[in-house]
């Protein structure tokens, strides 16, 4: 059974910085494609960004492009996402997603993730 935690969320004023982290149990990074997703309340789980299993596709939001960063650190089995020029409208619970099978044009499909986070919390200040 594949487990994921989230931790790294926090307080940060405009114009910041962050970087979550997702430690994967239960399973290898290079078996496993990784996305972020936020949810702010009142609105749905939106995508943020994704890695497939191979690590040779990385894939962004329009609004995380440009200023967020997925990478993966194999030997610690940990996903990272580095929030810079973070801005009010970022605020939300961020998850984090694993699964065995999707790939490609589905990395930004929420329900095609088996395996969720308990979340982290990302409040920017204006």
């Known amino acids: 059974q594949v487990r994921v935690s989230e931790s790294g969320g926090g307080l940060v004023q405009a114009g910041g910085s962050l970087r979550l982290s997702c430690v994967a149990s239960?399973?290898?990074?290079?078996?496993?494609?990784m996305g972020w997703f936020r949810q702010a309340p009142g609105t749905e789980r939106e995508f943020v960004a994704a890695?497939?299993?191979?690590?040779?596709?990385?894939l962004y939001s329009d609004s995380a492009q440009g200023r967020f960063t997925i990478s993966r650190a194999d030997a610690k089995n940990t996903v990272y996402l580095q929030m810079n020029s973070l801005k009010p409208e970022d605020t939300a619970v961020y998850y984090c997603a694993a699964d065995g099978v999707v790939t490609g044009t589905d990395l930004h499909v929420y329900h095609e993730y088996e395996y969720w986070g308990q979340g982290t919390q990302v409040t920017v200040s204006s």
């Open positions: 239960g399973g290898t990074l290079s078996s496993l494609s």
């Open positions: 890695m497939s299993w191979s690590g040779s596709t990385t």
